[in-house]
Nanobody
Framework: VQLQASGGGLAQAGGSLRLSCAASGSTGRTIDMSWFRQAPGQEREFVAGIRWRDARTHYADSVKGRFSISREAAKYTVYLQMDNLKLEDTTTYYC???????????????????WGQGTQVTVSS
C-alpha cells in the first residue's frame, strides 16, 4: 500500500486546512487509516483515525471538536478537516494505514505498516 498525503500549508490561528491521503496498491485488503503528527525531537502523536469497514472514528483529546476525519471509500482516500487551528497544531502530519483492527488500537502507531510522506502544517498568529 502506498500513501500520498497532500493539503498542508499555512493558516492563521482560528483558520482551517484540509489534509488528504490517498491509498493505492493493495487496497483490496481492508485497511484503517489515521493521521499522526510529529515535531522535530518529539514523539509521534496520534491525531485521528478511521476504521474503514464501519467508518468509526477516534480522536486525540487535543483535537476533539476541532478536527474531523472522514473517508471517500471509492477513492480509498481519507481526509482530515482541521478547523479552529491553534499555534500548537504546527508540525508535520503523516497519514498511516494498517490492516483493519480493534478501534481502541487506532491510536497506537506500532500497528501501522504503511506511512505516507509528511505534509507540513504551519499555523500563524
Amino acid at each position: 500500500v502506498q500513501l500520498q498525503a497532500s493539503g498542508g500549508g499555512l493558516a492563521q490561528a482560528g483558520g482551517s486546512l484540509r489534509l488528504s491521503c490517498a491509498a493505492s496498491g493493495s487496497t483490496g485488503r481492508t485497511i484503517d487509516m489515521s493521521w499522526f503528527r510529529q515535531a522535530p525531537g518529539q514523539e509521534r502523536e496520534f491525531v485521528a483515525g478511521i476504521r474503514w469497514r464501519d467508518a468509526r472514528t477516534h480522536y486525540a483529546d487535543s483535537v476533539k471538536g476541532r478536527f474531523s476525519i472522514s473517508r471517500e471509500a471509492a477513492k480509498y482516500t481519507v481526509y482530515l478537516q482541521m478547523d479552529n487551528l491553534k499555534l500548537e497544531d504546527t508540525t508535520t502530519y503523516y497519514c498511516a494505514a494498517r490492516l483493519t483492527g480493534i478501534l481502541s488500537t487506532l491510536r497506537d502507531d506500532k500497528y501501522y505498516s504503511y506511512w505516507g510522506q509528511g505534509t507540513q502544517v504551519t499555523v500563524s498568529s
